[in-house]
Nanobody, 125 residues
């Protein structure tokens, strides 16, 4: 059982950058693959980025490749999402999630077991 709390969201202009953080408590995140999802108004939650347990493997959705970077520090029990070249289409609530599934980097929401409350990211045009 792990608790996740996101932070770092806010309002930025198109082309700007933002770094989201996910702080975990309750148990070490080293036993979980970690991921970031987002949900825009009226849309379903979608996978953004994921990272394997050791941090050695990452996956990104096509729409953020080259712009976003996911990273983790198991000693700090923290996961980050570095977002660059932000676009208005990136506006959404961003969620941190943890997966117990023994797949290197799960990409489906149903494959994740624990979720944070989300942090709002708004990109103005």
């Amino acid at each position: 059982q792990v608790q996740l709390v996101e932070s770092g969201g806010g309002l930025v202009q198109a082309g700007g950058s933002l770094r989201l953080s996910c702080a975990a408590s309750g148990r070490t995140i080293s036993t979980y693959a970690m991921g970031w999802f987002r949900q825009a108004p009226g849309k379903e939650r979608e996978f953004v980025s994921g990272v394997s347990r050791s941090g050695g493997t990452t996956r990104h959705a096509d729409f953020v490749k080259g712009r976003f970077t996911i990273s983790r520090d198991n000693a700090k029990n923290t996961v980050w999402l570095e977002m660059n070249s932000l676009k208005p289409e990136d506006t959404a609530v961003y969620y941190c999630a943890a997966s117990r599934m023994l797949v290197l980097v799960p990409t489906k929401g149903s494959e994740y077991d624990y979720w944070g409350q989300g942090t709002q990211v708004t990109v103005s045009s």
